[in-house]
Each structure stands twice: as structure tokens, then as C-alpha cells.
């Protein structure tokens, strides 16, 4: 990824790409939004079979091409450049999101604004400031069967991201199942949001008292390093 | 002039571009740039074409496909599901100079389609419980609830093929498929640009992707006139 920044300790957005990689299953078809979910490829283990989705129309996207080997109108969706594997195909947007509305993706990879703890994620506008649009993230998040938030846990003023009620405008509602933090790795469950790790340092105080929403507990927390 | 053979298709742009006009409503293949047909765009660009109502999946990059005639403030209207990779689509919409209808991508690809292929509109729950559902009808089939999605259409639809033969049977290049098939069915008038123009008859028929009967007017593409933001 680099952008030229010399390598240096493991970054937090590379900690949580790496707890998220856990989650995937062998044959699970995963769509991988832009941002922290994006280097969530990069942590899979080879023999893990998995296949890629981008919602521009590309079943089966590979890592990034050599310099110089790019096909310019071969990109993912967030128009960087891709590779295929075995078994690739193409297809128009309707089959994309055919795909994901009937219910074949296992797993949608997601970064978000504010999420609640009965799972609502808004993730496409800050009404009067930031309006980019939802993009395929409505569909994503609301059938792909499993959907994982990947996120900072407070947002640019400290304020907490995952809250009781979202503020913003819903992408969609009662979608999310785990939400992935630099803080802390969490499950949206039937009767709330419960806390299962603790990034470490942080402690289980530390993550309770920098969350908006209730944080429920069920046996030992974990701790990931 | 037209060529004598009716499924000769195959145009001198100029001759397209008699069919732009200020105020239109133009669809445009294509996501985030990849497969917006580049010499049809410099042609409206060129031509002084404006008041644009514009559909398409996105607005691309400021200086990248269609994002070239939101930078050219060409367009009052646009339909998308995206305008986040175009600071100026989101500058124009803030000073009230570009109207912005937000729909989602899937469900703005199945209203093009519901276009071309002449429905009257689809049913999906997308969106239902956000604000995407506001003003839109309601129905309720075997007990579960949909939003009544319009179809979309529009007076000249553009696309971007790799490959068309004279008669407009179309084959499209890897992601550049995207939006290009189903914005090819829902113009009223479609005029493709092509990479590359061959003999009818050329194309294996198991082959093509949009059936040349979609299809009106066929221009030979420059090709890319833009860097891609990856280019750096």
C-alpha cells in the first residue's frame, strides 16, 4: 500500500485489517469496501479459498498488478487497477448487485461514521458536509449475509463512533454483526451489543468508557495484540 | 448523412454529435471513469453543450470522464449513486448549482435497465428505513413491502465498447462492462464508441454482450484522454 512512507511498526489500521482476516471463512465470497477493509486481502492466508467481489462488475479480483502491467478499465471498485484469479468472470452492474441481493455474498467488509449497538450503520453523509453518495454500500449492507464494520473507534473530534442511536443518516438498518475497532472487537447480538476483545493496550474500562453505546459483557473479554 | 445500408450504424462523430443539445438528458456508461467513452465527451465538451441532466452511476474524477463536464459546470442535474470522487460535484451541489438525486447503485443500474427493456418499474426494499425511501410508492407483495422504483431513460444514451461491428453488436472490456449494457438499451437514441470497429459478422454471436438492435449510431473512440488518479 505505502504511498512511499518508509515501513514502519504495524499501523492500527493494519491491526484491525488483520483481526478482521480471522473472520473469513474458507469459500466465503467477500465485498471489500474502500479504506481499512480494503487491506483486509492482504492478511488472508493463501490457502484459505476465498473469492473476491467488486461491485463495479468483477467476480474473483486478484492483488494489485506489477507497475507497468495495469489495464487501465480493469480496476476494483474504488478504481485502483486489480488482477484476476482462476475462475474470474465479468458481468454488468445489475448481475453485481443481483449477486448480492440474492443473497450470495457471505461476507461485506464496511468502514463507517457511526454505528449503533443494535447494528444500524451510517456511512454515506454528513448532511450540508460531506455528501459523496451510498454507493452499493445500501445493498451491502443491508443482504449480504454477514457484515463486518471496520472502523476508528471515536471519530475526529474523540467522539465515540459506535453509539446508541445513529445521528446520521442510515445506509442500513440493524445490518451490522461484528465491528472491529482500534480499540475493540464487538458483536451486535439480538439483546445488544456485546464486548468480546480488547485491542491492547486498552483495557476493558478504557473501551467501555470511550463508547457511547452500551457495552454488555459475556464471560472474559478477550485481549488481541 | 446516414449510410445507405440501414445496419451500417457506423458515423463520422459530427454526425453524432448533431444530437447534443443544451438542456438534454444524457445517460453515460461507465463507473468512476472506466468505460465513460472518452471522444464523446470531449465532443459535448467542444461543442459547448450545457444544462446537461446527467445519469450516470458516478461523477468520476474532476478531470476524468464524465467528471469533465461536472468541472465544465455543463450539468444542473445528475443522477448517481456516487459524486464522492468529484470535489467539485459536491462543492456545486453545496452552492445550490448542481442538483443531485442520490439512488442506490444497484437499484440505479435496475432502473436503467427497467428503461431499456420497457418496464414499468421495479420493486426491491432497498433503502426501506432510510431516507432513501422517502417519496417513493410503496407496495406490498405476498405480505412483504417494496419501494416502487421508476425506470430511468433519456434522449441520448453514450457507451463505451471495445469492440462493435457496423450493425452495433457490442462487446465490452473486462470492468468497463459495468453500467455500459444497460445504459445501452435506455436511450432513446444510443450511440456507442468504440475501441475498435469491425465487419458485421466478425463477432462470434455467443460472444456479444448488448445486440446491435439497441444500438443507433457508432463512432470510432480516440481513446483515453485523460491520466487515471492511479497514474502518478
Known amino acids: 500500500m505505502g504511498m512511499g512512507e518508509v515501513k514502519q511498526a504495524e499501523s492500527y489500521r493494519e491491526r484491525i485489517a488483520r483481526r478482521a ?25 493463501k490457502e484459505k479459498h476465498v473469492l473476491f467481489h467488486a461491485e463495479n462488475g468483477i467476480l474473483g479480483t486478484g492483488p494489485s498488478p506489477a507497475p507497468g502491467e495495469e489495464n487501465p478499465n480493469l480496476c476494483n471498485a474504488g478504481g485502483f487497477p486489480v488482477t484476476l484469479v482462476r ?8 448481475t ?5 441481493r440474492r443473497g450470495k455474498l457471505d461476507m461485506t467488509i464496511l468502514g463507517a461514521l457511526e454505528v449503533s449497538e443494535r447494528g444500524d450503520i451510517a456511512n454515506w453523509i454528513v448532511p450540508g458536509k460531506r455528501v459523496p453518495g451510498m454507493g452499493g454500500a445500501m445493498e451491502l449492507a443491508q443482504k449480504a449475509k454477514k457484515v463486518m464494520v471496520l472502523t476508528t473507534h471515536l471519530d475526529k473530534n474523540g467522539r465515540s463512533k459506535i453509539v446508541r442511536e445513529c445521528s446520521l443518516p442510515l445506509t442500513a438498518k440493524a445490518c451490522a454483526n461484528l465491528i472491529i475497532t482500534d480499540m475493540a472487537v464487538m458483536q451486535v447480538r439480538s439483546d445488544g451489543l456485546y464486548l468480546l476483545e480488547v485491542m491492547h493496550p486498552y483495557t476493558v474500562g478504557d473501551v467501555i468508557g470511550a463508547t457511547e453505546a452500551e457495552l454488555k459483557l459475556d464471560g472474559e473479554v478477550g485481549v488481541y495484540r | ?9 457506423v458515423v463520422p462523430i459530427e454526425e453524432a454529435l448533431r444530437h447534443f443539445h443544451d438542456g438534454m438528458v444524457l445517460m453515460v456508461g461507465g463507473f468512476g471513469g472506466v ?53 467539485n460535484a459536491g ?14 447503485q444497484g437499484i440505479l443500474a435496475e432502473r436503467i435497465r427497467a428503461g431499456g427493456v420497457g418496464l414499468g418499474g421495479i420493486l426491491s426494499d432497498i433503502g426501506i428505513g432510510t431516507i ?33 461491428d457496423r450493425l452495433g453488436n457490442l462487446i465490452y472490456d473486462t470492468s468497463a462492462r459495468n453500467f455500459n449494457p444497460l445504459v445501452a438499451m435506455a436511450g432513446d437514441l444510443t450511440i456507442v464508441e468504440a475501441d475498435e470497429i469491425v465487419e458485421t459478422g466478425e463477432l462470434d454471436p455467443e460472444e456479444i454482450v448488448t445486440p446491435g438492435v439497441f444500438v443507433d449510431m457508432i463512432v470510432q473512440s480516440e481513446g483515453v484522454n485523460w491520466r487515471w488518479a492511479w497514474e502518478k
Not at chain 1, 482476516?21 to 492466508?45: C, H, K, R, S, W
Not at chain 2, 450545457?50 to 461536472?70: E, R, Y
Open chain 1, 21 to 45: 482476516a480471522q473472520e473469513i471463512a474458507d469459500g466465503m465470497i467477500i465485498n471489500l469496501g474502500i479504506g481499512i477493509p480494503t487491506l483486509v486481502a492482504d492478511y488472508i492466508p
Open chain 1, 87 to 94: 475462475g474470474a468472470s465479468f458481468f454488468d452492474s445489475t
Open chain 1, 96 to 100: 453485481a448487485f443481483g449477486i448480492i
Open chain 2, 1 to 9: 448523412m446516414r449510410n445507405q445500408n440501414p445496419f451500417d450504424k
Open chain 2, 35 to 87: 468505460g465513460n467513452p472518452p471522444s464523446l465527451i470531449q465532443g459535448i465538451l467542444d461543442k459547448n453543450v450545457k444544462d446537461l441532466t446527467l445519469i450516470s452511476n458516478d461523477t468520476a474524477f474532476p478531470q476524468i470522464g464524465v467528471g469533465k463536464l461536472v468541472t465544465e459546470r455543463r450539468v444542473k442535474r445528475v443522477i448517481a449513486s456516487h459524486i464522492g470522487s468529484n470535489p
Open chain 2, 91 to 104: 462543492a456545486q451541489m453545496t452552492a445550490g448549482e448542481l442538483e443531485v438525486e442520490f439512488c442506490p
Open chain 2, 132 to 164: 432513501a425511501e422517502e417519496g417513493k410508492q410503496k407496495v406490498t407483495v405476498g405480505g412483504k413491502t417494496y419501494l416502487l422504483e421508476t425506470p430511468l431513460t433519456a434522449e441520448v444514451a453514450i457507451v463505451h465498447a471495445k469492440r462493435a
